[in-house]
């Protein structure tokens, strides 16, 4: 009887063991898919360089798909200043960033052109300038009002309303340029 009694504690002792570790199993398992879930939908917040002119920082949706239409914006006319804001001295840095932020698909089309005007503006006396007046931005296209202002040498040549238009395709949550063309006014 002793003997049965002993194996009978036994027993109980090890369900006990196997029920605390189902259970922490089973806490360790629900702790970890509410992190990765906790994770996924956790906005991004961008701290910009003139934060102190912002309202704060930038927050940017969670969906790899979509981000913030002021944050795209924000982006649109930083990729019209590549293309547009240069001087021959800079020209062959401002289209090689430029060209990093299109597509594939983009770059096949376009990218090739404006390497090949390179070597002719580096040899001007051609500079311009996009002075950015506003910006409008619908799902993943965004519109960029301002300025075009040309100079040769010291000498202002134009000083042209322009409308660019840039549309956006996401990978991995980030936006990439995928069209980039001028409206007609």
Request: proline share 4%; glycine share 6%; charged share 20%.
């Amino acid at each position: 009887m002793k003997y049965l009694n002993a194996l009978r504690n036994q027993w109980i002792a090890a369900r006990g063991w196997m029920f605390c570790t189902l259970l922490l199993a089973g806490m360790l398992f629900y702790m970890m898919t509410s992190y990765v879930q906790l994770a996924g939908n956790m906005p991004t917040r961008l701290v910009p360089y003139d934060l102190h002119v912002l309202e704060g920082p930038v927050e940017v949706g969670a969906r790899a798909s979509h981000t913030d239409g002021e944050y795209l914006s924000q982006i649109a006319i930083a990729d019209a200043q590549l293309h547009s804001s240069w001087t021959p001295a800079n020209v062959a840095s401002q289209y090689g960033r430029f060209q990093n932020r299109m597509t594939p698909a983009l770059y096949a089309r376009a990218g090739t052109d404006l390497q090949a005007r390179v070597p002719d503006l580096e040899g001007s006396e051609r500079s311009q300038a996009l002075f950015v007046e506003r910006s409008e931005a619908l799902e993943d296209t965004v519109r960029v009002y301002g300025r075009l202002r040309v100079w040769h040498g010291s000498d202002l040549v134009e000083d042209d309303p322009i409308v660019y238009r840039l549309r956006y395709s996401f990978s991995n949550g980030i936006p990439y340029l995928a069209a980039f063309s001028v409206e007609e006014q």
